[in-house]
């Protein structure tokens, strides 16, 4: 049975940064395109940070570029989002997802992902 495990989501004054980490067991990240997605109370749910299987697309949101970072850590199994200049904005329930595949169509992967693994979610709020 697949589990995702999201951690490190927190309270941060703006300014502050943050990193998320994911964890997976039945899983391999190394095996499967991943990502980070958040949903803000009254919001639909967005991609933030995603990368293909192969590691050769990387999709970060225009909201997100420049201080969001999506890696993984292929030995440990680990992904991680490293937030940089957290905004209030940024506050919302942060989601990391793994799917084995991708329809066609452009560069956002985060649209492309398709039955994807979800983890429970771990909440970050930005203080202003």
């Known amino acids: 049975q697949v589990q995702v495990m999201e951690s490190g989501g927190g309270l941060v004054q703006a300014g502050g940064s943050l990193r998320l980490s994911c964890t997976a067991v039945?899983?391999?990240?190394?095996?499967?395109?991943v990502g980070w997605f958040r949903q803000a109370p009254g919001k639909k749910r967005e991609g933030v940070s995603c990368?293909?299987?192969?590691?050769?697309?990387?999709y970060d949101a225009d909201s997100v570029k420049g201080r969001f970072a999506i890696s993984r850590d292929k030995p440990n199994n680990t992904l991680y989002l490293q937030m940089f200049n957290l905004k209030p904005e940024d506050t919302a329930s942060y989601y990391c997802?793994?799917?084995?595949?991708?329809?066609?169509?452009?560069?956002?992967?985060?649209?492309?992902?398709?039955?994807?693994?979800w983890g429970q979610g771990t909440q970050v709020f930005v203080s202003s």
């Open positions: 997802a793994a799917a084995p595949g991708i329809v066609a169509g452009t560069s956002n992967i985060c649209d492309r992902m398709r039955a994807i693994h």
């Open positions: 039945g899983l391999h990240f190394s095996t499967h395109n």
């Open positions: 990368l293909s299987k192969d590691g050769s697309i990387i």
